[in-house]
T-cell receptor
Framework: AQSVTQLDSHVSVSEGTPVLLRCNYSSSYSPSLFWYVQHPNKGLQLLLK??????LVKGINGFEAEFKKSETSFHLTKPSAHMSDAAEYFC????????????FGGGTRVLVKP | NAGVMQNPRHLVRRRGQEARLRCSPMKGHSHVYWYRQLPEEGLKFMVYLQKENIIDESGMPKERFSAEFPKEGPSILRIQQVVRGDSAAYFC?????????????FGPGTRLTVL
């Protein structure tokens, strides 16, 4: 069975400082991993995805994530936070055993202070 | 190319009424998924459909909930005799194939409030 744990439910950063959102996963097969962002009262937007190619994945808006199989992690980073990055972020896993079903982490809410 | 469309965006029902949520997938997508997001929680998978077929309904409550994706028209998630605990945001997503590597594209959601 697949599962995702987001280690921080809330992260607070100052504008211009780095952002780190931590995610660990469990999967029986080679997983696909995604990060989605949800702004208040909006739908979900894909930031980036890992699908067994390069382990360092670059996404939109300056975000990137590194797949580390030995640590079963897929942490999301951004070198410099912007006010518009304030949102909720979801780490998501999908694997063959689960069909095309996505399993979401509990989410990390990011607050950006001016 | 329009994205995934859901309507209504907001729906208010009294306990015991029926709620019908609609989802039109992206053009060319024949795979539809429904997820529920309870307040302060992540999204939970409910059901996966292809045209005229339910592929996986392992996340659907056993009673009162049903889903369909007819040959023509949008996918419908139907909740009969709603209760307060059904209040949530319901998201629909679509993808072009069953490949687990494919991104699922999400709609804006329907926020259901049960009074």
């Amino acid at each position: 069975a697949q599962s995702v744990t987001q280690l921080d439910s809330h992260v607070s950063v100052s504008e211009g400082t780095p952002v780190l959102l931590r995610c660990n996963y469990s999967s029986s097969y080679s997983p696909s991993l995604f990060w989605y962002v949800q702004h208040p009262n909006k739908g979900l937007q894909l930031l980036l995805k890992y699908t067994s190619a390069a382990t360092l994945v670059k996404g939109i808006n300056g975000f990137e994530a590194e797949f580390k199989k030995s640590e079963t992690s897929f942490h999301l980073t951004k070198p410099s936070a912007h006010m518009s990055d304030a949102a909720e972020y979801f780490c998501v896993v999908s694997d063959k055993a689960a069909g095309n079903k996505l399993t979401f982490g509990g989410g990390t809410r990011v607050l950006v202070k001016p | 190319n329009a994205g995934v469309m859901q309507n209504p965006r907001h729906l208010v029902r009294r306990r015991g009424q029926e709620a019908r949520l609609r989802c039109s997938p992206m053009k060319g997508h024949s795979h539809v998924y429904w997820y529920r997001q309870l307040p302060e929680e992540g999204l939970k998978f409910m059901v996966y459909l292809q045209k005229e077929n339910i592929i996986d309904e392992s996340g659907m409550p056993k009673e009162r909930f049903s889903a369909e994706f007819p040959k023509e028209g949008p996918s419908i998630l139907r909740i009969q005799q709603v209760v307060r605990g059904d209040s949530a945001a319901y998201f629909c997503a679509s993808s072009p194939s069953q490949d687990a590597y494919n991104e699922q594209f999400f709609g804006p959601g329907t926020r259901l409030t049960v009074l």
